[in-house]
């Protein structure tokens, strides 16, 4: 099949993909595909659409390189200001019962949520990133937050995430190669579907130790 051919097929499958998902208003995003890579355009009315165009255009089969170039433009109803919103963020740090918020600072300006401090966790981290971008009026979050995690071997670190992937993702788990530098952790491979490549990320960024997951995986 010739490249266009291929880019058109893509550009087909992304666009029925965001169809599908009721997160996202298919009719504000535009997708344009060149030499494999998916660009989105258009403009959305939150962070938590963008962030959910994002991921629809990367469950589609041999997408490997999302161009985000959405713009985001809260509603009337969802122009809070900065205080307003700091204390909605405030709010939702302090309800989640597995984020240490005491350990979090954060600072808002222009509807850009910069989240700093540390936590003990990689998962931690990610957590307090998500919540925060579901709130209207987010534009934008800057997760600047630190993992102050106890220091464990490569060898004990590569143990513990093969045994995670052994309990959470055996199907996948010999198909993954790891790459371990201190708390970093390269995952490569191919896996067959979202839900097993999610599986094999989830296991490693739930592993005591890891600080920093790069998910290099395709799903084939």
């Given at each position: 099949?010739?490249?266009?051919?291929?880019?058109?097929?893509?550009?087909r499958d992304?666009l029925e993909?965001?169809?599908?998902?009721?997160?996202v208003?298919?009719?504000?995003?535009?997708?344009?595909?060149?030499?494999?890579?998916v660009t989105l355009?258009g403009?959305?009315?939150?962070w938590?659409?963008?962030i959910?165009?994002?991921e629809?255009a990367?469950r589609?089969?041999n997408?490997?390189?999302v161009?985000?170039?959405?713009q985001?433009?809260?509603?009337?109803?969802?122009?809070?200001?900065d205080?307003e919103?700091?204390?909605s963020?405030?709010?939702?740090?302090?309800?989640?019962?597995l984020?240490p918020?005491q350990?979090i600072?954060?600072?808002?300006?222009?509807?850009?949520v910069?989240l700093?401090g540390?936590?003990?966790?990689?998962a931690?981290?990610e957590?307090?990133?998500?919540?925060v971008?579901?709130?209207d009026?987010?534009?934008a979050v800057?997760?600047?937050?630190?993992v102050?995690?106890?220091t464990?071997?490569?060898e004990?670190?590569?143990?513990?995430?093969?045994?995670?992937l052994?309990r959470h993702a055996?199907?996948e788990?010999?198909?993954?190669?790891l790459?371990?530098?201190?708390?970093?952790?390269?995952?490569?491979g191919?896996v067959?579907?979202?839900?097993?490549?999610?599986?094999v990320?989830?296991a490693?960024?739930g592993?005591?130790?890891v600080e920093?997951?790069?998910?290099?995986?395709?799903?084939?």
């Open positions: 099949m010739q490249s266009n051919q291929v880019d058109l097929k893509i550009q992304v993909e965001l169809k599908w998902d009721t997160r208003d298919p009719t504000e995003v535009g997708v344009q595909v060149h030499h494999g890579v355009t403009t959305v009315s939150s938590a659409k963008r959910a165009a994002r629809a990367h589609v089969a997408v490997r390189d161009a985000d170039d959405l985001i433009q809260p509603t009337t109803a969802a122009r809070f200001s205080t919103l700091a204390e963020v405030r709010a939702m740090l302090k309800w989640h019962v984020i918020e350990r600072r954060t600072t808002v300006s222009h509807g850009v910069t700093t540390n936590v003990d966790f990689a931690q981290r957590d307090a990133a998500r919540v971008g579901y709130l009026g987010v534009c800057s997760n600047e937050l630190t102050v995690a106890p464990v071997s490569p004990i670190l590569r143990s513990a995430i093969e045994g995670a052994e055996s199907r788990a010999k198909k993954v190669q790459d371990i530098n201190g708390g970093k952790v390269v995952v490569s191919q067959d579907s979202l839900a097993e490549r999610l599986a990320v989830g490693v960024w592993t005591r130790g920093v997951v790069i998910d290099h995986t395709r799903i084939g």
